[in-house]
C-alpha cells in the first residue's frame, strides 16, 4: 500500500500534469487562418472596417483579396494589397450579375475555394438622409436596399459553390437596423433588410456547413460614416451612454469579424454581433444625482 506522503506526492504530480496540459492548450487556443482564402469586399480605404477585418485575418496567417466599386479606388486598395501575397484585387459593382459571375470565376480559377467572404458594402443617396424618412423617394429606396442588403443575397449565390464546408460570411450592420437614428433613414431600413437576410442565408447554407452573421458595430470613424449627417454628436452620444463609456476601434470591429470568420465560432450563425461598448443594451440614461 502507498503511504499517505507517496498518495500527496502522487496527486500533485497528477495535478501538475494537469495543470500543464491545460496551460499548453490554453496557448495553443489562438486563432490560426492559416491556408484559408478569404474575399474581402467593399474596401475603400485604410480607415474602412472591412481593412479592420482584412487586418485581423492578414495577422492571422489567412491569404485576402479584395474587391473595389469604380476606377477611383484602384489605387488606394491595390496600395493597401501592395506586399502581400496571392491577393487578388479587382473590380466589382454589386449591383451587375455579370461582374459578380465573373468575379467569383477569377476566384475559383485562383484560389479553387474560399473559406470567407466578408460584406462591407453599404450606400444610399445622401439626399435621403438629410430630410425625414417620410418623403424617401422610391429611387432612393431602391438604391439604398438593392446595394446594402440585397448585395449580400446576390454575393451568397455566387459564392456558394466555392466554399467549402466549415466556410463563413460576414457582413456589417448597425443599431439602427432595429431602433430609430435620427438623420439614418432609409439606411436604417436597409440595415433591417440586412440582418433578415443574414437569418435566411444561414437557414439556407447551413446544411453546407457555411455560416453567416452579423457584425454590428457602434460608431467607428470611416470616410463612410462621416458622410452621415450629425454623426460627430452620434459619437459622442454613444460614447457618453455606453456601459464602458467610451466608443470602439477599428481593431476592436476587426477582432470580431475574424472571430465569425473562424473555426472557434463553428457552432455560431444568423446572428447579429455587437461590439458597440455594450451601448445596445441601454434604455434610457440618467444624470447622475
Not at 46 to 73: D, P
Request: glycine share 10%; with cysteine.
Amino acid at each position: 500500500m502507498p503511504s499517505r506522503a507517496e498518495k500527496l506526492t502522487r496527486g500533485r504530480t497528477s495535478s501538475g500534469i494537469v495543470a500543464q496540459r491545460l496551460l499548453t492548450s490554453a496557448a495553443m487556443v489562438g486563432i490560426d487562418m492559416s491556408g484559408r482564402r478569404v474575399v474581402v469586399m467593399g474596401v475603400t480605404n485604410k480607415h474602412s472596417l472591412g481593412w479592420a477585418i482584412a487586418e485581423r485575418l492578414i495577422a492571422a496567417g489567412a491569404t485576402v483579396g479584395f474587391t473595389y466599386q469604380g476606377e477611383r479606388l484602384k489605387s488606394s486598395v491595390e496600395g493597401l494589397a501592395e506586399g502581400l501575397e496571392d491577393c487578388p484585387v479587382l473590380p466589382c459593382d454589386v449591383t451587375v450579375e455579370e461582374e459578380l459571375s465573373r468575379v467569383f470565376a477569377e476566384l475559383g480559377e485562383r484560389w479553387g475555394s474560399l473559406d470567407g467572404v466578408v460584406h462591407a458594402i453599404a450606400f444610399a443617396p445622401r439626399e435621403a438622409m438629410l430630410g425625414r424618412y417620410v418623403d424617401t423617394t422610391s429611387a432612393d429606396w431602391v438604391t439604398a436596399l438593392t446595394v446594402s442588403a440585397y448585395s449580400l443575397v446576390a454575393i451568397a449565390r455566387h459564392a456558394e459553390a466555392l466554399m467549402n464546408e466549415g466556410a463563413a460570411m460576414v457582413t456589417l450592420t448597425y443599431y439602427a437596423a432595429e431602433k430609430v437614428v435620427p438623420k439614418y433613414n432609409v439606411m436604417g431600413v436597409a440595415k433591417s433588410a440586412l440582418e433578415a437576410s443574414v437569418r435566411y442565408l444561414a437557414y439556407d447554407l447551413g446544411p453546407k456547413g457555411i455560416r453567416v452573421n452579423a457584425v454590428s458595430a457602434g460608431p467607428v470613424k470611416t470616410v463612410a460614416a462621416r458622410s452621415i449627417p450629425g454623426f460627430m454628436a452620434m459619437y459622442s452620444k454613444v460614447a457618453e451612454m455606453a456601459p464602458l463609456q467610451r466608443g470602439v476601434s477599428h481593431e476592436e470591429v476587426g477582432n470580431l469579424g475574424l472571430y465569425l470568420l473562424s473555426p472557434l465560432s463553428s457552432g455560431t450563425t444568423g446572428e447579429t454581433v455587437y461590439v458597440d461598448s455594450g451601448y445596445h443594451v441601454m434604455g434610457m440614461q440618467l444624470p447622475e444625482e
